[in-house]
């Protein structure tokens, strides 16, 4: 029989019951009996501790304490099944806790009917629950990810509680997933990797979970990993956190033996509290057993071994006798026995775990992602950062235990390194006169390229001052060497390259040049370096004729023997910019030379062969073959992380570039993580007022933008189009390429008539400055063709697809993917102009065509457009399906195509039921993304009905 409780009964009891869940149960009725209770307050304990089952203590499981408060009766709370919430019907309870319940609900009016995870305030709940509840909220609002359960909707009740509206989750808790299908090591550590990119994404809004456990992160019969319960979560902007609830019961309603030191002590969270909390569950995945070994499952037992204890190498835990499990049953669950999952598990996997668990939260991996990546790397098979605690370590600990023996050692190990050093010295100082002047020119040299991009310095203002009166003090401090002033000039000059000042730039290139001929003539290395900074300046500016002539200079500038990778650097830049100029075949050609002649000189680590790949990358990616153009680029990216700070410019062009192959290949998750990175590198190098800033933006908004998160890619457009305006102006290809990729935003969104204007603009600022049969005009001609099909010219789309497809394959070859793009399109306009029989024909020839899944996807969508217009909705149906096959098994359940295949599948349906649910899981992917007025989704809401 439940006891009544009021609200202001549990305020006074709850902490009580905290303290005496924390101590053994034998302990319990003692430690009550000193606090001396009315008798009707302790009569009311005793039922709440009775509620408790031994075999599911509240320790593991704070989420029992809504169990608790159920058994106290706390005035219920629950809506009954059939009960309206708002817009919602209840269905059914599915879970209760501390503040309220959740209940499985659906529309009440019909308008989607697809179930939902409601959950609703109790009532008379205290004030602080409701902060946190109000906090659980916002915090919700900002995460928007696959990995995480989506906060749809939210409001008040009727009698006034707040709720809120999820995704609903059918799956099972992580490690229970794991261990009923038997999944092996290799498989958890894939969905442990899906945790960490969900994690990793709620640490970029800047939300810490806090209570990450395996009951708060659920598997989807699909394989699917869904991040749970954000009750609470923290935000770490200054901003957001003074609007958010602190209050004393926070520390309770952790769960101890996933909680880290730092949670234990009472401090802040931060990302690293999470990470550990990752740490626990990862071991737990491999081991079955948690990470520490414990007299008691008291409390104050667990908080002591997280604080003070080492937690046992994962290795070693599985072969260990302990009173749970059997080993050998653990290691069954995994598909092993126990001495082939120890050895399985011992080196990196060891290594890997014992960091996330590190007592210091500034030795833990550094964020989720790098956590993540780690295991990924393991997966891979090479090698990881983790590594146990070094040999510099130990002895720092044994000095700091010993400080006093190990002073007198230390003295004596320090004369003898001074003898040493000493009689080095004595015999190098001879080879180091010698050296003198070189090294005191490279030292002025060098204060005037240290604020150089790749070096990560940034774009610091005083730097820029101090750069603009550099010229004038050349001159007058250094007119009498020469070859100084000229390399100090091809310095400047290559710093404003990269700074985006192409004027400046242009100025101390041209001096530079002059003063070399006059130094060596017309061929030598040092001149042939120095155009070739030249032509990359050209280049950037658009300006790919001149920057053609330019490198022609470099070849003739070249002596026979070009040191330092000369040649293969300007083939490099030849074929970059072949590649631009429209001229895709010289570009591969080029670029794999360059490639080919690094490694040829056994260069296969250095930054000249990294330069080389990323723009082969480029290429690459440009004809279709994404697989390749990633593993370039994944091989760029590594070479320059090895060698150049995390935040150098160099870094930042690889991370764009990884990017973009990224959200071509769909991995837009992925892709996010690459360019939040890319804008982070850009701010630190270059600054706000730089194109190479506006570069990165525009590849971030390309990222939201893939991930239908419409709102936040035109934010990011719209600081990128600022940049480029105040920067190299409206009048530059840079701007055309912006203003392209904004107008298909816009056009995604539903605002085709604002799509229109700016694809409209876009070509023509193309056409007039790279000309109108470069690829990439080709390509915003194309776009303008869709909005132009949005708004029902179709037979201005069709003649915009026409000239496009003809300029794509005069560069590509008619049977190529980009000219397929064209094909495809024409095929679904033909559709809607009812010419079935040519709409087949030009489908299948886009399919023919069609060199990867995306290119397929479309081709297969066109094809199922013209089937539908020939009356055949069996073909129709059969072609969408294909697709849907196909974003199933690759986990992509939210995406414009995916939404796309479903209106489809809706309009070749066999019956009115499945037509209307495929349109209304069609509209759950548009809904607050895309405009109600949007074609795309009028189309599906009248077949919704």
């Known amino acids: 029989m439940p006891v009544t409780l009021r609200p202001d009964d549990w305020a006074r009891l709850e902490p009580l019951l905290d303290a005496a869940l924390d101590l053994p149960p034998a302990e319990r009725g003692a430690y009550l009996d000193g606090l001396d209770l009315p008798p009707e307050e302790r009569a009311r304990l005793d039922a709440l501790l009775a509620a408790d089952a031994d075999d599911a203590p509240v320790l593991d499981h704070p989420d029992r304490l809504g169990a608790l408060v159920e058994a106290a009766d706390l005035g219920g709370g629950g809506a009954m099944p059939g009960a309206r919430v708002g817009a919602y019907r209840i269905v059914r309870g599915i879970g209760r806790g501390g503040m309220g319940t959740v209940h499985l609900a659906e529309r009440a009016d019909g308008a989607f009917d697809k179930q939902v995870a409601l959950k609703l305030v109790r009532p008379g709940v205290a004030e602080g629950l409701l902060a946190r509840f109000r906090a659980e909220r916002q915090i919700l609002a900002r995460l928007d990810h696959p990995g995480i359960a989506r906060l749809l909707d939210g409001g008040r009740a009727d009698d006034g509680r707040p709720f809120l509206v999820m995704e609903h989750v059918a799956g099972e808790p992580i490690t229970a997933y794991c261990d009923t299908r038997r999944l092996s090591v290799e498989d958890r550590l894939a969905l442990f990797g899906q945790v960490c990119d969900a994690v990793a994404y709620a640490h970029r809004q800047l939300v810490v979970h806090r209570d990450l456990k395996p009951s708060n992160i659920l598997v989807t019969d699909g394989g699917r990993v869904k991040l749970l319960d954000f009750g609470i979560a923290k935000l770490l902007d200054d901003g957001a956190e003074r609007s958010l609830v602190r209050t004393a019961t926070e520390q309770r309603l952790l769960t101890p033996a996933y909680a880290a030191p730092e949670q234990v002590r009472g401090e802040p969270p931060t990302t690293a509290t999470d990470v550990y909390a990752l740490g626990v569950l990862l071991y737990e995945l491999l081991t079955g057993r948690r990470p520490y070994r414990l007299p008691s499952r008291a409390r104050h037992a667990v908080e002591r071994a997280i604080l003070e204890a080492e937690p046992t190498r994962p290795s070693t835990a599985v072969t260990e006798p302990t009173d749970d499990a059997p080993t050998a049953t653990l290691a069954e669950a995994r598909g092993a026995e126990p001495g082939r999952l120890r050895r399985r598990l011992a080196g990196d996997l060891d290594a890997v775990v014992l960091t996330a668990l590190r007592k210091e939260p500034d030795r833990r991996y550094g964020s989720a992602d790098a956590f993540g990546r780690d295991v990924r790397r393991h997966l891979d098979e090479l090698p990881v950062e983790a590594r146990a605690d070094s040999a510099a370590y130990r002895a720092g600990r044994f000095v700091r235990r010993h400080r006093a023996g190990v002073a007198a050692a230390a003295l004596m190990a320090v004369l003898s390194l001074v003898y040493v050093v000493t009689l080095r010295a004595e015999r190098d100082r001879a080879r180091t006169s010698a050296e003198t002047a070189d090294a005191v020119t490279e030292f002025v040299v060098g204060l005037f390229a240290a604020p150089d991009p790749s070096s990560g310095a940034g774009r610091d203002l005083t730097v820029l001052a101090a750069l603009d009166g550099a010229d004038e003090r050349i001159e007058a401090d250094l007119g009498s060497q020469p070859a100084v002033q000229a390399r100090l000039y091809d310095v400047l000059g290559r710093l404003h390259v990269g700074l985006g000042g192409y004027e400046a730039a242009a100025r101390f290139q041209d001096r530079a040049a002059d003063l070399l001929r006059a130094l060596h003539g017309q061929r030598h290395p040092d001149l042939a370096s120095a155009l070739l900074w030249t032509g990359r300046r050209l280049h950037l500016e658009g300006r790919y004729a001149e920057a053609d002539s330019v490198y022609r200079l470099v070849e003739a500038a070249l002596p026979a023997r070009a040191p330092d990778g000369l040649r293969p650097r300007l083939l490099a830049d030849q074929g970059i910019n072949a590649l631009r100029a429209g001229d895709p075949s010289a570009a591969d050609s080029l670029l794999r030379l360059a490639v080919t002649r690094q490694e040829a000189r056994a260069a296969t680590d250095s930054l000249h062969l990294a330069y080389a790949l990323n723009e082969l990358a480029v290429a690459v990616h440009d004809a279709g073959d994404l697989d390749e153009a990633e593993a370039l680029n994944r091989r760029a990216l590594g070479i320059r992380l090895r060698h ?302």
Do not use: C
């Not at 694809?759 to 790279?770: C, F, K, Q, V, W």
């Not at 060199?851 to 009356?871: E, G, N, V, Y």
């Open 644 to 945: 150049l700070p995390p935040m150098s410019a160099d870094v930042g062009r690889s991370y764009n570039d990884l990017g973009l192959v990224l959200r071509t290949k769909g991995d837009h998750d992925e892709a996010l993580v690459v360019h939040e990175r890319a804008v982070a590198v850009a701010l630190a190098v270059y600054g706000r007022e730089s194109e190479n800033t506006a570069a990165a933006y525009n590849g971030l908004a390309m990222a939201h933008r893939g991930a239908m998160r419409y709102a936040r890619a035109d934010s990011a457009f719209a600081a990128s189009e600022a940049i480029v305006r105040a920067t190299v102006g409206p009048e530059h290809p840079v701007f055309g390429f912006l203003r392209t990729n904004r107008g298909t935003a816009a056009r995604l969104r539903g605002d085709a008539a604002e799509a229109e204007r700016q694809l409209r603009e876009a070509t023509a600022l193309l056409a007039a400055t790279i000309g109108p049969g470069n690829p990439r005009t080709a390509l915003a001609r194309l776009l303008w063709g869709d909005a132009l099909a949005d708004l029902g010219r179709l037979g201005d789309a069709l003649a915009a697809y026409d000239t496009a497809r003809d300029a794509l394959a005069e560069a590509f070859g008619p049977d190529h993917w980009e000219a397929a793009q064209a094909t495809a399109r024409r095929a679904r306009v033909l559709a809607r102009m009812g010419d079935a029989a040519a709409a087949l024909a030009e489908a299948r020839r886009a399919l023919d065509a069609a060199s990867d899944d995306a290119a397929r996807d479309d081709a297969r969508l066109a094809l199922a457009t013209a089937h539908l217009a020939d009356d055949d909705r069996a073909g129709a149906r059969a072609e969408a399906r294909r697709v849907l096959a196909r974003l199933d098994a690759d986990g992509e359940t939210r995406s414009e195509r995916r939404a796309a295949t479903l209106v489809l599948l809706a309009r070749a349906a066999p019956d009115v039921a499945t037509a209307r649910r495929r349109a209304r899981e069609a509209l759950m992917i548009w809904d607050g993304r895309v405009a109600p007025t949007a074609p795309r989704v009028r189309e599906a809401a009248a077949i919704a009905g």
